[in-house]
């Protein structure tokens, strides 16, 4: 069963058509996207290089998971109220794009593992990362890899 009159009813709800036929709205709320993505990316590096034993010395991976947390669910919210927006203002492109399809399953794969393995890693790391905590990290940075090459490849699609 075709879902694509799903995406087209949300492409004609007023705030995907406002977004649509205003010549500012899109790359404003691109913009916001944007920012949250160096935010989220900020703090998912922040704690993995940890973890993988570089950047913040001074601080265990534990200290930064807990200290970055708001600043990652705070992103988080930012990221998945603007890319709804943008997403509602071309919901049957997106629905037709495999980039897009891409960026959602490595979305929610990148939340989940984030949000268990990765953080349970981060919080049991002490001093420099184990080789299992190493191995997290890497797949963690992977997985959030995954979903900005995905972002940047639905605008070229
Ligand atoms: C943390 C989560 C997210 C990250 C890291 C992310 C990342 C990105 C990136 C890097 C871009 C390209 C921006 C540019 O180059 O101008 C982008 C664009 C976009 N994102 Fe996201 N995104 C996230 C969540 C979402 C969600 C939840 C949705 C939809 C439900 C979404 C829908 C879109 C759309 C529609 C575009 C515009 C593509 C275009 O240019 O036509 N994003 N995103």
Request: aromatic residues 8%.
């Amino acid at each position: 069963m075709s879902l694509q009159p799903i995406f087209q009813t949300i492409e004609n709800t007023p705030v995907g058509l406002a977004i649509r036929d205003s010549q500012w709205l899109f790359p404003i709320i691109e913009g916001c996207h944007l920012l949250g993505l160096a935010l989220i990316g900020g703090v998912v590096l922040l704690v993995n290089m940890r973890m993988l034993g570089l950047g913040l010395g001074k601080e265990s991976a534990a200290e930064l998971e807990r200290d970055a947390r708001p600043y990652f669910n705070g992103s988080l919210i930012l990221m998945l109220v603007t890319g709804s927006l943008l997403f509602t203002s071309e919901a049957v492109k997106c629905y037709n794009n495999q980039a897009f399809w891409f960026k959602m399953s490595s979305l929610l794969l990148a939340i989940i593992f984030t949000m268990t393995i990765n953080r349970r890693a981060a919080l049991a790391g002490t001093g420099g990362g184990s080789s299992g905590a190493k191995v997290i990290a890497i797949i963690n940075l992977l997985l959030w890899t995954g979903v900005g090459v995905g972002g940047r490849w639905i605008g070229f699609s």
